[in-house]
C-alpha cells in the first residue's frame, strides 16, 4: 500500500517544491515565516552563480573518470564559514587544490579534475538536535546558512538572512575562484568545479531554474551537489528535489545501505541510465570497508547500471579521543582508501575519484601521518566547525599515498 501510493507520487510531475510533499528531514525551523519568505523571494530572483556549459562539463569529465581517462579530486571544507569567506582565503585554498591536483597529475599522468567542496557548502546535516555543556542544551549548530557556532541562544536560532548571506559569500567565492584561475597563468589545472551537500532545501530549489537553452531544470547555485548519508531516504524530499536537476550528483553510501536500496536510490535519480549523471561516494569506515563494498559492486554490476565510484574515507572514520575530541586517525583513513582501491581492482571496477576534508594550514585535527600529530597536539590548532580536516601535510602524504597505490 505505502509503496505503491509513494509511487505514484513519483510519477506526478516534478517542480522545484515537489519535494515538499516528501517526507523532509535535517530542515532549520524558522520562528520567522514572514522574513523566511522575503528572504526566499529575493534568492529566486538572484543571478545564477555558474552556467549550463560549465554544468554539462563537469558530467562530461565524470564520464570521462568512468572510463579512466581522468581523475577526480573532491575536496575542501567541512564547513565553510563566513568569516573565512574572504579572497586571501580563498586563494590559499584553490592554489593547495591545484597543488594536490599537480602532484596526482605527475604520479598518475592523467588530467585531474577539481570539484572543490567549496563556495556554497554552508549546511550541515547534524545527528542530534541539541549540544548539551554544562548542563545547558540549545540546538545544535548547523553551518553558517541557518545559525552561528558560538553557543548561546541568540546564536543558536535559525536566521534566514543567513541565506542571503550564504548566496553573497558563494557568489563572492565564485569570482575569486575564476579571477585565481584566469590571472595564474601557470597553473596548467584548470578544470575546477565546485560543489556542496544539497541539504537546505529552501535554499537549493531557489537556485533552481528551468534553462531557456534546453528547457532541462538546473541548480545554477553550484556544478556538483550530492546527497548526504542522513538524507537519502528514498522517499525523502532530498531525492524528490535531486532527481529532477540535471546537475551531476554524488551519493555518500554508508555501511548500513543495502544493494537493493542502492540500485532502487540510482534508478531513481538517473532513469535514463546516463553515465556521469551519478557518482556513489562510499564512505564505510576503515574495518567495514571490505564486508560491504563487494556486494554492492556486484549489484551495480549485475544490473547494469552506470555509475562512477568515489571513496570518502573521511566520514566513516570519525572518532572521540579519551579526551573527547573529534578526531580522525590518519593510518583509518589511508586504511580505508587503500581497501578500496584493492576492491576495485579486485572487481575490475574503476574507482574514479576521492573525496577528502581538508584544511591548507597547518590545522592539528586529525592525529597521525608522517609529522605524527598526536591527541595531546590536537587542541593547539584545532580550527575546524566541524568535522576534523587532513591538514596542509596530512592531505599532500594522503593523494601522493593514494596515486601511488593506484598505480601498482
Ligand atoms: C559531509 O560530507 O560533510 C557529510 C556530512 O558526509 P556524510 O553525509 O557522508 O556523513
Ligand atoms: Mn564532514
Known amino acids: ?124 546535516p547534524r545527528s542530534h538536535l541539541l549540544e548539551t555543556i554544562n548542563n545547558i542544551s540549545l540546538p545544535c549548530y548547523r553551518g553558517d546558512i541557518i545559525n552561528g557556532f558560538d553557543f548561546n541562544g541568540e546564536a543558536r536560532k535559525a536566521d534566514p538572512l543567513r541565506l542571503i548571506r550564504a548566496y553573497e559569500c558563494s557568489k563572492s567565492t565564485f569570482t575569486w575562484i575564476k579571477d585565481y584561475l584566469r590571472l595564474n597563468l601557470d597553473i596548467k589545472n584548470n578544470l575546477f568545479f565546485c560543489s556542496h551537500e544539497a541539504l537546505h532545501l529552501d535554499y537549493e530549489s531557489a537556485l533552481t531554474r528551468c534553462s531557456p537553452k534546453s528547457g532541462k531544470w538546473y541548480n545554477y547555485g553550484t556544478h556538483f551537489l550530492w546527497l548526504g548519508e542522513r538524507t537519502k531516504n528514498i522517499h525523502g524530499a532530498h531525492v524528490e528535489y535531486l532527481r529532477g536537476i540535471s546537475n551531476p550528483i554524488g551519493i555518500k553510501v554508508g555501511p548500513n545501505t543495502t544493494p537493493n536500496e542502492l540500485v532502487s536510490l540510482v534508478k531513481l535519480l538517473n532513469p535514463e541510465n546516463k553515465q556521469g549523471r551519478i557518482t556513489l561516494i562510499t564512505r564505510f569506515g576503515a574495518d567495514v570497508a571490505h564486508s560491504i563494498l563487494p556486494s554492492l559492486l556486484d549489484k551495480i554490476k549485475n544490473t547494469h547500471l552506470s555509475v562512477s565510484w568515489s571513496c570518502d574515507p573521511m566520514h566513516g572514520n570519525a572518532e572521540k579521543t579519551q579526551h573527547d575530541i573529534k578526531t580522525r586517525y590518519f593510518k583509518k583513513i589511508w586504511q580505508e582508501l587503500n581497501e578500496t582501491i584493492n576492491i576495485h581492482k579486485k572487481y575490475g571496477s574503476i574507482l574514479t575519484g576521492a573525496h577528502f576534508e581538508i584544511s591548507p594550514i597547518n590545522v592539528t585535527e586529525c592525529v597521525g601521518g608522517s609529522a605524527n600529530i598526536t591527541e595531546e597536539q590536537l587542541k593547539t590548532n584545532y580550527l575546524t566547525f566541524c568535522d576534523p580536516r587532513l591538514n596542509r601535510d596530512q592531505s599532500i602524504e594522503i593523494v601522493d599515498k593514494l596515486a601511488n597505490h593506484l598505480l601498482l
Open 1 to 124: 500500500m505505502q509503496s505503491a501510493h509513494l509511487q505514484s507520487k513519483y510519477e506526478t510531475s516534478w517542480h522545484p517544491s515537489s519535494w515538499k510533499s516528501y517526507d523532509t528531514v535535517q530542515q532549520p525551523l524558522y520562528e520567522n515565516k514572514n522574513l523566511l519568505e522575503q528572504c526566499l523571494l529575493n534568492l529566486k530572483s538572484s543571478v545564477n552563480l555558474v552556467t549550463e556549459e560549465e554544468i554539462n562539463s563537469i558530467q562530461y569529465y565524470i564520464q570521462e573518470a568512468a572510463k579512466g581517462n581522468v581523475f577526480i579530486l573532491q575536496a575542501g571544507d567541512c564547513a565553510e564559514t563566513f568569516l573565512d569567506c574572504n579572497k586571501f582565503n580563498v586563494k590559499t585554498r584553490v592554489q593547495h587544490l591545484q597543488n594536490l591536483a599537480e602532484n596526482l597529475k605527475n604520479i598518475l599522468n592523467k588530467p585531474i579534475v577539481i570539484i572543490g567542496r567549496i563556495a556554497g557548502q554552508y549546511a550541515k
